[in-house]
């Protein structure tokens, strides 16, 4: 069964905007860790920000917050103040709690316009 | 500091032929991966080595071997390439624990023909 769905596929905002990326995921642990990563048409994977299932304010990196709704399963992605430079697939992953591996979602591509 | 570094970059390789994709970090993680990733999705996980002197199998082991040969390093092998594993390789380390960021390194592009 898919662990992390995220549902668009392709998003375009305009500069300066903000945009909300969907992810909504799926474990029977109580204990996990959810990531956002940003993947550039230059291919590098790069960390964005983390959430815990613990925690109970939801997690912010400078422009980027992530809102986290636990009962829904849900963490979606913020951006405000969209730039140019964040035109990039972004990924939304979970670590559970026994488990070494990240498991991914299919990514959503989110285009930047001026 | 260089986080995560892989080598080769690109490489292509014809079916049958052999290779080794080299990974080391430096930022003294107990934890190292390999994933790959496919057009259109997202990553998973071939291996991974919990610590040093430990590998495991992930989702994905069929036709790779890998290597902790140190604490910095963790090599996987291609012992006789097929087409299907055609794909961007991914290294990336962490400490242990399920909060614990994996970063990751800037991918090998392979292509197999």
């Known amino acids: 069964a898919q662990k992390i769905t995220q549902t668009q596929p392709g998003m375009f905002v305009q500069e300066k905007e903000a945009v909300t990326l969907d992810c909504t995921y799926d474990?029977?642990?109580?204990?996990?860790?959810l990531f956002w990563y940003k993947q550039p048409s230059s291919g590098e994977m790069i960390f964005l920000i983390y959430?815990?299932?613990?925690?109970?304010q939801n997690a912010t990196e400078g422009r980027y917050s992530l809102n986290f709704q636990k009962a829904r399963k849900s963490a979606n992605l913020v951006i405000s103040a969209s730039q140019l430079g964040d035109s990039a697939m972004y990924f939304c992953?979970?670590?559970?709690?026994?488990?070494?591996?990240?498991?991914f979602g299919a990514g959503t591509t989110v285009t930047v316009r001026a | 500091n260089a986080g995560v570094t892989q080598t080769p970059k690109f490489q292509v390789l014809k079916t049958g032929q052999s290779m080794t994709l080299q990974c080391a970090q430096d930022?003294?993680?107990?934890?190292m991966y390999w994933y790959r990733q496919d057009p259109g999705m997202g990553l998973r996980l071939i291996y991974y080595?919990?610590?040093?002197?430990?590998?495991d199998k992930g989702e994905v082991p069929n036709g790779y071997n890998v290597s902790r040969l140190n604490k910095r390093e963790f090599s996987l092998r291609l012992e006789s390439a097929a087409p299907s594993q055609t794909s961007v390789y991914f290294c990336?380390?962490?400490?242990?624990?399920?909060?614990?960021?994996?970063?990751f390194g800037p991918g090998t592009r392979l292509t197999v023909l």
């Open positions: 990336a380390s962490s400490e242990e624990g399920a909060s614990d960021t994996q970063y």
């Open positions: 080595s919990a610590s040093e002197g430990t590998t």
């Open positions: 959430q815990g299932s613990y925690d109970e």
């Open positions: 474990t029977s642990d109580q204990s996990y860790g």
């Open positions: 930022m003294n993680h107990n934890s």
């Open positions: 992953a979970m670590r559970e709690r026994y488990d070494y591996k990240l498991s």
